[in-house]
């Protein structure tokens, strides 16, 4: 599998944030198919001067919600990896902005 297509994109939120600040941890949303080798692999190859110490997985639950009356909305699963970096590497998410 090419590492585009292991990692989706990444997670962005206020937590995320203070996690790599703070932590040197990164959030991604990946392919829910793949293992803790695969992501580290496919970061490594995306980032080729970063060296990745540690991957967490966790799968997140789909969700169901109520919209209108009768109406119920499926949001569908999806896996998320957090990767700490070892110290003194950092990724630049986005570039130029």
């Known amino acids: 599998?090419?590492?585009?297509?292991?990692?989706r994109r990444p997670l962005v939120t206020e937590k995320s944030n203070y996690m790599a600040d703070v932590l040197n941890q990164y959030s991604f949303v990946v392919d829910s198919r793949v293992n803790k080798l695969q992501i580290k692999q496919a970061i490594e190859l995306a980032w080729p001067d970063v060296t990745v110490n540690k991957v967490r997985v966790a799968n997140m639950p789909a969700k169901r919600a109520r919209r209108w009356r009768r109406v119920t909305v499926r949001k569908p699963g999806w896996k998320k990896a957090i990767v700490t970096l070892a110290p003194g590497n950092s990724i630049e998410l986005f570039e130029g902005v």
């Open 1 to 7: 599998m090419h590492w585009r297509e292991v990692i």
